[in-house]
């Protein structure tokens, strides 16, 4: 996956470079004014992607400060929670009358509904996380009293969530959009595991979710290859069998339905692709993970009714 959005005043005339930029966090961050603190002189770059539904933007700019007015937050539909990670400098969130600052290692977080301010007055470079609030609602976490708050970074599960999301954001470009949806849905799982602990609500049930989380982002990323196995998880993410199939419960699939699961719909995907035609069935099932062809077609059709020829026939029918 290569950056949704790729924006560098390096080719911007000297002059022309602080209005261009202001426009671009304008446009970027939806509606948000940027003061410069006087300064005559600007450079900066900015580099959004996406895991599944969490914005991820890298920002490498000299000082400067932001302002949401109260008004602004309420005319605009989209509702993030946004959290600034600082690799370098420092920035300070002004919001409801408090006040939170993170330097490198650390992070805040506030609530773009409401009006707020944030002070940047060194050359930074910044992690900007920006997940769906009412997705983050969702998850049993009372969110008014946690916001413009230093969250953490230091040690502990916001440790844990800082490092996720900087290494997410750096692994995005080689990550397929399966694997990096999974990655979005572990950071909102991280981001309310830290709330949760900073607001002294920490239970088992939640690290039994962030597990079922772990798991399943270790899955999408090792997908394709066929050592894939319970055995192998549970090596790669240091915990007991036990507890893997402790997190996969609930419900009627095991750990090992799920994986193979979600080999079938790789595989069924595949195979309803013009443009992959001249593929063998064979290459296709290798290539997600099946060592077994006798396996492959026999799950393969309990699973769609079809065998893989009879599905890739249907498919070109369809499509013709």
Not at 75 to 92: E, S
Not at 93 to 114: F, K
Not at 143 to 155: C, F, I, Q, S, Y
């Amino acid at each position: 996956m290569t950056p949704s959005v790729a924006l560098n005043t390096d080719a911007v005339a000297p002059r022309d470079r602080a209005p261009q930029w202001r426009e671009w966090i304008w446009r970027q961050f939806g509606g948000l004014e940027t003061d410069l603190y006087g300064d005559t002189s600007f450079d900066g770059r900015l580099w959004a992607s996406q895991a599944g539904d969490v914005v991820l933007t890298r920002l490498e700019s000299g000082r400067h400060r932001v302002l949401r007015s109260a008004d602004m937050a309420r005319r605009d539909a989209a509702a993030y929670l946004k959290i600034v990670a600082p690799w370098q400098g420092g920035a300070t969130v002004q919001q409801r009358g408090r006040a939170a600052s993170a330097q490198a290692g650390g992070w805040i977080i506030y609530d773009t509904t409401e009006g707020y301010e944030i002070d940047n007055p060194r050359h930074n470079d910044h992690l900007i996380v920006m997940l769906p609030k009412t997705r983050m609602a969702e998850r049993g976490v009372r969110l008014d009293p946690l916001m413009a708050r230093h969250v953490g970074g230091a040690n502990g599960i916001s440790r844990v969530a800082l490092e996720t999301m900087r290494n997410t954001y750096l692994e995005l470009p080689a990550m397929s959009e399966t694997a990096a949806r999974g990655a979005g849905e572990l950071i909102m799982q991280l981001v309310q595991l830290s709330l949760l602990e900073l607001a002294g609500q920490g239970t088992a049930m939640t690290l039994k979710e962030a597990l079922h989380d772990r798991i399943r982002d270790h899955v999408a990323r090792h997908l394709r290859d066929p050592a894939l196995s319970i055995e192998q998880i549970a090596t790669a993410l240091n915990c007991s069998k036990r507890h893997l199939h402790n997190a996969f419960a609930q419900g009627d699939q095991t750990l090992a339905s799920y994986i193979q699961q979600q080999r079938l719909q790789a595989c069924i995907q595949e195979l309803r692709q013009p443009p992959l035609a001249g593929r063998s069935i064979t290459d296709i099932a290798l290539a997600w993970g099946f060592s077994n062809m006798s396996h492959f077609a026999r799950v393969f059709r309990e699973h769609t009714g079809m065998s893989p020829s009879e599905f890739r026939q249907a498919a070109r029918d369809g499509a013709g």
